[in-house]
């Protein structure tokens, strides 16, 4: 019996892709299948994945046009036969014993899904940096479900720290957002996935090595700017489909949105950021007028600047932003006032692991 399947999807990735297939069949949990998904790549990706399958029964090759990174996702999920699923991108490599501690967490816990915490690296540096996943040490080691803590959907964004279970996939048909050439296509499995897990466990250690150094970032491209709105989009009609998931989750959606697009807009070019900014403001603004946007969860500093985008959007600069984070910056007194004791010593915790 496959116990998990990692779906590797693969796109011009000749630099990386060795020490992640390395990576993957060297798991101590050895009842895995590897699907490599070749997402039309024009380098040499395919011919090291036929060198590693000519030595390794497990790894299957699906070799496609390209469509993207969701399409390429999706394709390696619908052939996937393993009772848990995982994710592992081609310029990024994971622990040999990633797989067994997080199978056997998940059998232990009857859980939809296992996420553990992870390493940032480049390779020209040999420090790694540990990323603790939860805002709080707290919620480490605890089933959870987005349905009794809405906080979750504030634990950082990745889809491929974790396992899933793959019944709990198909039979909420879960799956990524495909629009070709698209990028962040894995903000909108993260969203379906957490809002619909019923039992979720986040383990305190790292195994998963996430690259900080591949050059073939889209965040230059100007057709990819919006990508992230594109894919807000394919949220909301997801929520949309169910009225009790709306109203569960309108809250969590704002907030999430508001967190990745600050996160794009202070990333993407200069000549960039107005036009994302408006785009921003006009979505902004149409859900102020739907009165979505009351008490979602953001901090004074959060809610400072939204405003600003709502009402001033031209006025805003990263200078601005930076100075509003500084000047509003919660203080520890702050957190225990409004999340108590226990709380704010777990998340001083998490501050202090990330270090």
């Known amino acids: 019996m496959v116990k998990v399947s990692i779906v590797v999807p693969i796109y011009n990735s000749e630099p990386y892709l060795s020490q992640c297939l390395n990576s993957a069949i060297s798991q101590t949990l050895k009842e895995i299948e590897i699907i490599c998904v070749n997402d039309g790549s024009s380098d040499n990706s395919l011919n090291i994945v036929e060198r590693f399958a000519q030595n390794d029964s497990r790894i299957k090759i699906i070799n496609k046009k390209n469509g993207g990174y969701g399409k390429a996702v999706n394709t390696g999920m619908s052939v996937a036969c393993g009772e848990y699923v995982s994710i592992l991108e081609s310029d990024d490599f994971i622990s040999k014993n990633m797989l067994e501690y997080l199978y056997k967490t998940a059998k232990k816990y009857d859980v939809d899904i296992v996420k553990s915490d992870y390493y940032e690296f480049s390779s020209n540096n040999i420090k790694k940096i540990y990323k603790p996943v939860p805002t709080s040490a707290v919620y480490y080691n605890k089933v959870l479900s987005s349905i009794d803590n809405d906080e979750i959907f504030d634990f950082k964004m990745n889809t491929w720290t974790g396992i899933y279970r793959r019944s709990f996939l ?57 990508c992230m709105c594109d894919e807000y989009d394919f949220i909301r009609d997801f929520l949309e489909r169910d009225n009790e998931l709306l109203k569960r989750c309108t809250k969590a959606y704002h907030r999430a949105r508001f967190y990745n697009y600050f996160y794009s807009y202070q990333r993407v070019s200069e000549q960039y950021k107005m036009d994302f900014l408006m785009k921003f403001h006009s979505q902004l603004l149409e859900a102020h007028k739907n009165g979505e946007l009351e008490e979602i969860g953001l901090t004074r500093a959060q809610t400072h600047i939204m405003e600003l985008i709502l009402k001033e959007p ?21 957190w225990i006032k409004e999340r108590g004791l226990r709380y704010t010593l777990g998340k001083i915790r998490i501050k202090l692991k990330g270090k």
């Open 314 to 334: 031209e006025s805003l600069s990263l200078e601005k932003t930076e100075e509003i984070l500084e000047k509003e910056k919660m203080t520890i007194f702050d």
């Open 170 to 226: 198909e039979e909420n048909k879960i799956f990524h957002n495909e629009t070709n050439g698209a990028s962040y296509q894995d903000n909108g499995f993260w969203f379906q996935t957490i809002a619909l897990a019923k039992r979720v466990i986040f383990v305190k250690k790292a195994f998963y090595h996430y690259r900080q150094d591949n050059p073939n970032s889209s965040i230059n491209s100007k057709e990819k700017v919006f």
